[in-house]
């Protein structure tokens, strides 16, 4: 590599990626690249950089570690030079150790031999580039270093396909695996074979929902299926718990009163008798008949001879302070190789504090701690009120859940429990994640607050819980892969019309054996959980054992213990929940990066 190379480089001389696309599909979708990269079905390799070495974490071991970069329209893959040869006949993996979904990158910069510089798709560079760094939506910042033997062109040429393939130029455009690859056939059989897992009810049926009453012991509830085609509210779901007073004649009345006709539903039952509920905001503009108030009442009591509503709008974050406290967590985490602004280490942590995210964090384990406290009382309904019941609500139901019963402390319990609270109660996940990037002022981390406040009651009780950190971040970092329809949809409405290109995901990508091998590498090969159905993600990490779950409740966190017990802070650059779920990372407090 020539030093201060004074070659200009643009988008237009690099052959369109479409083209590549289209050029490249009559290959064996599941061949193996020459240069060791084993693709999955319909994935092909747009740009491939050999004699690169990658920047390893602490975690990692330090260092550098020699490989070849590849770039296809799903991820950007490193393969080490001396990594062994992967069985073709075994079930692909979606990312490997050293690998990153492109919708996962946040921004690209190439390091030149005296300056930086942020590549988009129509910039050009004046330089070659020495060093390629990514910064990634889950807090993780990956370095390569091109060697002085790596051809100039290979190294322009996959900065470029980066920056092109990852962020589409025209907004709502995916030129992505999303669209190529499930359009193969092998694609098509391999996740049409992945069998769903056995443990985890759905709740996508009638019977699913009387399994939880069951398991609950909740009486006197039925399952509704006045909304199966989504007339009487295209939010919730087909199916929702009602009192067995009732009818559905006069259930049909009540969705008129509440915003987006999302009515008052159970979600859980405390073993001391107590139901929790949650509803969206009451609209009192409409005329209220004495019928309509009965049937009101009947609903919010339940059966119970009292009734607590909480209103979450005023005392919980709303998604744009979530969204602003999230994006200076991550300049305060990530920092910035394009510009030379960094904290000084005495300032960190109060800069940290001034991000707000810790306060948020605090403020959702109290309120939930507060519902936990009500529940516990016994023969009374607590009611979760929010202006449109999609955000804080499934936050604090989740958590509630997550602190009293054991049984969502499991993995199949938690899985359960996300697909219950989060994809069938109507959470906008598309639009919360901005996956495609076309709708800023919609976009806030809710579902990563609620995983970053499992893993601060995870830390605080490790043996009550059968999920580890690293079980959290996979699932966080699963949002961002475009093949399943989990989180790629803000409702079961939306998700029922995706189904027929889009499989449900709650399926190991490897398989459970697979994943039991992959996790289980130097944990003494003891019997593990898989990981979460959704999980696109395999890491290749030890797993520490855990103790058998309890079976009384974690112990109480009460509002006076929430607060005192603040976020932790982990300083150590390592693989804590955080790593992608809000943490902090080199000096990280709440969860650390990676």
Known sequence: MLPGSKTTFKVRQMPDIKERIMNQSGLHARGRDMFGLCCLPGECVLQRAVLVRKKLSPKEGGGWLSGTLFCTHFRVAFVPQDSPRADDNADPVLLGDHDVALASIEKVVAVGPSRTKLVTPNSSLKFTPEELVLYCRDLRVLCFLFDRLTPDTQAVEITYTIAKTYQPLKPGTILSFQNAALGSIEMKQFLSNRRRDPGMNWFESSADWEQELERTGATGWRVSSVNDRFEMSTSLSR???????????????????????????????????????????????????KDDIRNLELILFGGQPQCVVVDLGEEMPSPADLQLAHTRLRALCLGDISSSVSVPDDKWLSTLEGTHWLDYIRCCLRKAAEVACLLRRGHLTVVLQESEDRDMNCVVSSLV???CDPHCRTVAGFQGLVQKEWVMAGHRFLSRINYHRDSDKEEAPIFLLFLDCVWQLWAQFPARFQL??????????????????????????????RSQHLPQSYTPVNGPEGVAQRLGRGAGGSSLPSLPSCVGLVFAVQRPETSPLQPACLPALLPCTCSQRKPQHQHQHGAQLGEAVGGAQGSEAGASCR
């Open 239 to 289: 199916f929702n718990v009602v009192p067995q007073k009732v009818l559905d004649t006069e259930l049909k009345k009540t969705f008129a009163h509440f915003n987006e006709g999302r009515i008052p539903r159970w979600c859980w039952r405390h073993p001391r008798g107590s139901d929790l509920l949650r509803m969206a905001s009451f609209q009192n503009n409409i005329y209220h008949e």
């Open 401 to 403: 859940q997550v602190m």
């Open 468 to 497: 580890t950190e690293n079980y959290l971040l996979a699932l966080h970092d699963s949002l961002h892969l475009p093949l399943f329809s989990t989180f790629l949809a803000n409702c079961q409405r939306e998700r029922c019309r």
